[in-house]
């Protein structure tokens, strides 16, 4: 009895993220419809990811032969040649960046802690607009270039195609390499001391350490850093489209849309699937055998090495550059043309109006389906409900075009079905209720990002031990009652972070929003892609730096995460 009071007492740690058993949970027994809600939900949000693989096994006619005649291969290795790429550099960047803010002191480190996060909050698309227009030939790079130097055409001078595949390489790596940074700098610092200075007892130098202990065993969050990056990069269709590059989700795009083939559309997204299904499995082929133990809790914090001299200043510059390329940049450019572009402020509010109404929405249904599903396996940990959960979090590994395949076709079958019944039966219909509103977008929105709100869910109620649900039911709550009156208020800061990460990405959301949005709905992002596809990036200017200064909310929260490392 004592040993179970112990375990139960706050401040032991390990009780208190420990997954417990229907016997270690008093409400267990009465969380029967909890365990079915939870159910019910996570085959709604898996319900996209279904029917694309439904819709793909139906014939697709000629249009599959014809692409593959024709564009697959290209499909196959841009996109290839192109997720590669991004996670190369996103690896180089964010390794770099993390070793040295995390082991060493040089001027600015404090500051780039959190800075070097900044490239987050401008969406990839919005900063391949602005280098586009920034790095063309008509743009003000070239252009001073010319007056300076008194070029007259392109044969005199060369430069680098910003439109072509090594120019989104860059952009994708320069937008998306926080990813990589935090989760690396994570590692080094958990690391400790030890595994540094044995190999260096052992007649190691700092280069031959590094590359030989400290990167193999942050090997596991880098490459997870740089697979969040992949995907991000897969889910973009502007950059491609914009840059004319053949990437398997233009192929979706255009099956669909172009070509009238959903079947089609669906089994270039199942390709593409498990294109990146392949990536992964050969990464963990990879180091198979291998163990990557965690060792920062055995030994001292490590002790950061001060950088003095050039040296020192030579670190600042590296952390510098991909801060101001990456965010400085594009939203100074962004600044200078809405202040430029009076234009672009028109029918700015209702575009912000439906872009918050759209994202606040698509936010609460996705808090609430976390809740139950997190709330339903904590009274009832069943294997089978962890599996079905983990498979409803699919849907932020699969790109937005891919989701609104698998929403949009089913919804709008229902709707005419519906509606047909209700014109035989009652003499009238009502339209297109579920695709003829935001419904259907607000769906797909909250599939996508449900791993975003649950994960936070889900950590929050792991720091909430069992005995919580004794002191509730010994006052007489059921599951409802406990989680209202004791869960909810010691989970308010995982609900804030949830509704502001899913808000947040949904704001910046395009694809799903282009391919989903009601006829007349028009959101920010829309807005933007509209208006930079036709080359007049400062007629949105004002839209695109709203979604900036929307973005750097998730990174306040990241950055007071992260604030207690500032203290090792």
Known sequence: ????????????????????????????????????????????????????????????????????????????????????????????????????????????????????????????YITGYVYSELLEYSGIV????????????????????????????????????????????????????????????????PWRAFFRVALPLARPAIVAGAAVAMMETLNDIAIPLHFGLQTFSVGVFDAWLHMGSAAAAAQLALAMLALVACVMMLERWGRRG?????????????????????HGWLATLLCLAPVAVGFIAPAAHLVESAIGAPESADGFLGLAANSVIMSALAAVAALLVALGLAYGY???????????????????????????????????????????????????????????????????????????????????????????????RTLGCGPLGALARVHAPLLRGSIVAALILVFVDCMKELPMTLLLRPFGFETLATHVYQYASAEQLEASALSALAIVVVGLAPLIILSRVMDPTRKQ
């Open 142 to 205: 070239q252009s001073t270039l010319r007056a300076l130097f008194g070029w007259a055409t392109p044969r005199d001078y060369w430069f680098p195609e910003v439109r072509s595949l090594e120019g989104a390489i860059a952009l994708f790596g320069i937008a998306l390499y926080p990813y990589v940074y935090v989760l690396a700098r994570a590692a080094f610092l958990a690391q400790g001391a030890g595994p540094l200075e044995a190999a260096r007892s052992l007649g190691a130098g």
């Open 290 to 310: 291998r163990g990557f133990a965690e060792v920062g809790r055995m030994g001292r914090k490590p002790k950061r090495q001060r950088l003095l001299g050039w």
């Open 1 to 124: 009895m004592a040993a179970s009071s112990k375990a139960d007492a706050p401040g032991n740690g390990p009780a208190t993220g420990r997954a417990f058993t229907a016997k270690q949970s008093p409400l267990a027994r009465f969380g029967g419809g909890w365990a079915i809600l939870a159910w019910s939900l996570a085959a709604l949000a898996a319900f996209p990811l279904i029917a694309v693989v439904g819709i793909a096994l139906s014939p697709s006619g000629d249009v599959w032969a014809h692409l593959a005649d024709t564009v697959l291969t290209r499909y196959l290795t841009t996109t290839l040649l192109l997720a590669l790429g991004v996670g190369l550099m996103v690896a180089a960047i964010g390794v770099g960046a993390g070793w040295l803010v995390a082991m060493h002191e040089f001027p600015g480190r404090r500051w780039f802690e959190w800075a070097l996060l900044l490239p987050l909050a401008i969406p990839a």
């Open 378 to 472: 904590r009274l009832r940990p069943k294997r089978p409900l962890k599996l079905a959960s983990r498979f409803a979090n699919l849907g932020y590994g699969i790109p937005g075009a891919v989701l609104a395949l698998g929403v949009l076709l089913p919804l709008a079958a229902f709707d005419n079905w519906l509606d047909g019944w209700m014109r035989e039966a009652f003499g009238f219909g009502y339209g297109l209720l579920l695709t003829g509103s935001i419904a259907a977008l607000v769906f797909a929105c909250t599939v996508r990002f449900l791993p975003l709100a649950h994960g936070s869910v889900e950590a929050g109620l792991e720091r909430v031990t069992p005995s919580m649900d004794g002191a509730a």
